[in-house]
């Protein structure tokens, strides 16, 4: 088979920066004669192991109750042109002009887009019009590391196939001022938006990493875990107090059996490059790997620094550790999504 090699990861976030005590005292503001547990619902903001993220609208955008259309025509703006940025920076590092693109994957769950994405973005960028087009929606966080599988394919297709995976989540715009559950609290706690992008070509005598495998692995029976539910003003998110359980019982497992059918085991693995969810999902895939408390270093300075940025969170992992140096190491990508779902994919330098 045809070795994808792994030529560029770059991102982009809005220029709306939110510190966590701002998002706090804005949720109070909203929630607190709303929701009578909300004293009891704060330490979340305090817990969720981040300090910053990046919005799409100032925080006043927030205050009051908005629709969908709204909330998506905004998605729409923001979303065409993270990409348009994020992309750029990627095919300039990998040397590729966007006429050289055979493929265009573009990965996003947080907004609806007919044309898609990929669509608005052809004459913008200058892709060729016979470029093969594959936007994919509905896998949730763990979208950028299934998006880097179906990447690695194409490119593993033909010899100096070149595609071009992009990914943009904007958690921030699914914000629901009506929605007084727990979830809706989590999820303000820890979303941000952002954008990323990655240059991926077929071919041996190709510079860069070689994505040497990829796979996933869907639980039974869990529908419910994790998702949106489509509401009158947009998309309610779906968390399950279950997720830290699940990675703790069922992720060390399925990693094993999929290393296994590549003839590896975790003791293989050098560096894990992790979507860390939120700080307690982080804490259970370092116990599943037998990591030490922190041990997801790259995972939790990313949350930190930007929040949960659904599938785009684990390419900003990613690129904090190929600027530290990953030639000759391997690294395992993971992530979690819908479905429920884990996705992985393998690199070796």
Same mark, same amino acid.
């Given at each position: 088979m045809i070795k994808p090699r792994l030529m560029s990861v770059a991102t982009a976030v809005p220029r709306h920066r939110l510190s966590q005590s701002d998002a706090l005292a804005h949720a109070r503001q909203i929630f607190e004669e709303r929701v009578p547990a909300f004293a009891r619902l704060a330490p979340v903001y305090g817990n969720a192991g981040v300090e910053n993220r990046y919005l799409s609208v100032p925080l006043d955008w927030f205050a009051s109750p908005r629709n969908?259309?709204?909330?998506?025509?905004?998605? !729409?703006?923001?979303a065409e042109e993270l990409l348009a940025d994020a992309a750029r920076q990627?095919?300039?590092?990998?040397?590729?002009?966007?006429?050289?693109?055979?493929? /265009?994957?573009?990965?996003?769950?947080?907004?609806?887009?007919?044309?898609? !994405?990929?669509?608005? !973005?052809?004459?913008?960028?200058?892709?060729?019009?016979?470029?093969?087009?594959?936007?994919?929606?509905?896998? $949730?966080?763990?979208?950028?590391? /299934?998006?880097?599988?179906?990447?690695?394919?194409?490119?593993?297709?033909?010899?100096?196939?070149?595609?071009?995976?992009?990914?943009?989540?904007?958690c921030s715009l699914t914000f629901r001022w009506s929605d007084t559950g727990k979830s809706n609290q989590v999820a303000t706690a820890i979303f941000g938006d952002g954008a990323a992008a990655v240059v991926l070509r077929g071919g041996e005598g190709e510079a860069g990493t070689a994505v040497s495998a990829w796979g996933e692995h869907t639980w039974p029976d869990s529908l419910d875990v994790m998702g949106w539910s489509v509401e009158e003003d947009g998309f309610g998110v779906i968390f399950s107090p279950r997720i830290p359980e699940i990675v703790r019982a069922g992720m060390r497992s399925e990693v094993?059996?999929?290393?296994?059918?590549?003839?590896?085991? !975790?003791?293989?693995?050098?560096?894990?490059?992790?979507?860390? $969810?939120?700080?307690?999902?982080?804490?259970?895939?370092?116990?599943?790997?037998?990591?030490?408390?922190?041990?997801?270093?790259?995972?939790?300075?990313?949350?930190?620094?930007?929040?949960?940025?659904?599938?785009?969170?684990?390419?900003?992992?990613?690129?904090?550790?190929?600027?530290?140096?990953?030639?000759?190491?391997?690294?395992?990508?993971?992530?979690?999504?819908p479905g429920f779902t884990a996705g992985f994919a393998l690199l070796e330098g």
């Open positions: 969908w259309a709204e909330a998506n025509r905004i998605y !729409l703006q923001t990627a095919l300039e590092q990998a040397g590729v002009a966007a006429s050289d693109v055979d493929t /265009l994957i573009v990965v996003s769950s947080t907004g609806i887009a007919t044309p898609s !994405l990929d669509a608005r !973005l052809l004459r913008r960028l200058g892709f060729r019009e016979d470029v093969k087009r594959v936007p994919l929606f509905g896998l $949730g966080c763990a979208g950028g590391v /299934l998006g880097l599988g179906r990447a690695a394919q194409f490119a593993a297709s033909g010899e100096g196939e070149t595609v071009l995976l992009l990914v943009v989540e904007l094993d059996r999929f290393l296994a059918r590549h003839k590896l085991s !975790l003791s293989d693995i050098d560096l894990f490059a992790c979507h860390p $969810g939120g700080a307690k999902v982080a804490a259970a895939l370092e116990e599943a790997f037998d990591l030490p408390e922190g041990g997801l270093e790259h995972s939790r300075s990313v949350l930190r620094d930007y929040g949960n940025m659904s599938a785009a969170t684990v390419f900003f992992v990613l690129e904090r550790m190929r600027a530290d140096g990953i030639e000759g190491r391997r690294v395992l990508v993971q992530a979690l999504g």
